[in-house]
């Protein structure tokens, strides 16, 4: 390879949706770019296999998105795969509390926030006093003012006695919704973040608040066609190449791959996550290393997935809430993944922080145990298969105070951008936010260039 064939106007490290969020917005406006990913696929964070074992295509953790993820959505129709999500025409999400106990919230078609007042008013897992404590809440989210600053000092729970509400009303749904977005206690999450997903989900327009659920594994819908549409185009792609080191030459920055391979790049969007980038910025220059400083304050939230397959057990849900239980989700892969084949369950917990560090029989077990709680039937169905997924960095913990610590998209150094969920967009640690900031990093770059 000549030095020619080395140089480009921006290097992208990070194959995850912000790295390649900003490729296909860099391929659109004809910059000339290469990507460089440690493993040898795209995904980063939200990937999709192979189970060995089944066959079937296996995500590395459940995620839903929602009408809200109005750039998520754009990348998506860009690529040309979003006829590969499911939307709901309306919300719809369904609870449990035990297995004679199972209520919808249903809210019909009627313009934002009239559909949620209809749906609560109509919801039966809450009582007249509950709901007239969530319309308080509501109220509260609606008309507090964008970059309140007193609201990244509380926890959600403190939100929750602010506005008085019920402790129905916060098992049966706030706390379902606020451990799904923020993936934190209530105790510990942030009430910042939690009112700007109630303003943007529910109370901006009806189409916002529809569940999306992709009806494919995350290869297929994002990360494999976008390596060919790259590949195209002769983008170089670096699989198993790690940037070990980065420092200024000339006007341009210079990076060096684990291999001892020099890279010159113009520009350099990081989109890795807090771990992978303080590895790199240890061994760069001193003004990179100043940045260590506040990122050792982002800290890290797990998630653990539990996948079960039965011997023809197929529950009627697409996906259903757990109240009063260590299991957070079950998602029906079969319902949800209608033209593959896929006949396996998945049993999410957000927040993991103590279920994270137990064996994976363990964990089996304890989701078993849980399923003949909403399900009894399941007895009767002979548990064929197991497997346990822990990702210990699924998201950054989304506390109090956050918003000091996660940095903006521009740096204060030339050339220098960061992009990922952790960064300071406003949003909680979401496919959303990872996608916006990769849309972000590109839309300073091409203004700069202007």
């Given amino acids: 390879m000549s030095n020619a064939d080395k140089s480009s106007e921006v ?62 959505l754009q990348f998506f129709k860009e690529l040309g795969t979003d006829s590969l999500l499911h939307q709901q025409d309306n919300l719809e999400i369904t609870f449990a509390q035990s297995n004679d106990n199972f209520f919808s919230m249903s809210c019909p078609k009627l313009p934002a926030p009239l559909h949620l007042a209809w749906g609560l008013y109509k919801f039966k897992g809450l009582s007249w006093q509950d709901k007239v404590a969530m319309n308080r809440l509501v109220k509260f989210c609606k008309k507090t003012k964008d970059n309140d600053i007193s609201l990244h000092k509380q926890s959600v729970e403190d939100l929750f006695k602010k506005t008085q509400q019920t402790p129905q009303s916060i098992r049966v749904f706030w706390e379902p919704v606020g451990l799904a977005t923020l993936n934190e206690p209530m105790e510990q999450a942030s009430a910042a973040l939690f009112v700007e997903v109630i303003k943007r989900a ?46 200024k030459s000339g006007s341009s ?26 590895k790199i910025l240890k061994n760069s220059e001193t003004k990179l290393k100043d940045k260590l400083n506040y990122m050792d304050q982002i800290q890290a939230a797990p998630i653990v997935s539990i996948n079960l397959w039965y011997e023809n057990f197929n529950p009627p849900q697409s996906f259903v809430g757990f109240i009063n239980s260590p299991i957070h989700w079950l998602f029906n892969k079969s319902k949800i993944y209608p033209n593959k084949k896929a006949n396996y369950i998945s049993l999410v917990i957000s927040g993991a922080y103590s279920l994270a560090v137990m064996e994976k029989n363990t964990l089996v077990q304890l989701a078993e145990q849980e399923l003949k709680r909403f399900y009894p039937e399941i007895e009767s169905h002979r548990l064929l298969h197991s497997q346990v997924i822990k990702e210990y960095w699924a998201t950054f913990g989304a506390r109090p105070g956050e918003h000091q610590y996660r940095p903006h998209c521009k740096q204060d150094i030339e050339g220098i ?21 990769g849309h972000r990093a590109v839309d300073y770059i091409l203004k700069e260039s202007a």
């Fill in 417 to 437: 951008y960061f992009a990922g969920d952790w960064t300071n967009t406003g949003l909680p640690s979401t496919i959303e936010s990872a996608v916006l900031s």
């Fill in 253 to 278: 920055w210079l990076i060096r791959t684990h291999e001892g391979e020099e890279y010159l790049s113009e520009k350099i969007i990081f989109a890795i996550p807090p771990p992978a980038l303080k």
């Fill in 11 to 72: 290097s992208i490290i990070g194959g995850g949706f912000a790295g390649l969020a900003a490729a296909q917005r860099l391929l659109h406006a004809g910059v000339k770019f290469r990507i460089f990913e440690k493993r040898p696929f795209f995904g980063g964070r939200a990937y999709s296999f192979q189970e060995s074992k089944t066959g079937e295509t296996v995500d590395n953790g459940q995620h839903l998105m929602m009408g809200a993820y109005h750039e998520t």
């Fill in 202 to 247: 529910l109370l901006s327009k009806r189409k916002d608040s529809q569940i999306i659920t992709p009806q494919v594994g995350f290869n297929e819908l994002y990360c494999d066609p976008l390596k060919e549409k790259l590949l195209q185009a002769d983008v170089p792609l670096h699989f198993q190449t790690q940037v070990e080191e980065i420092k």
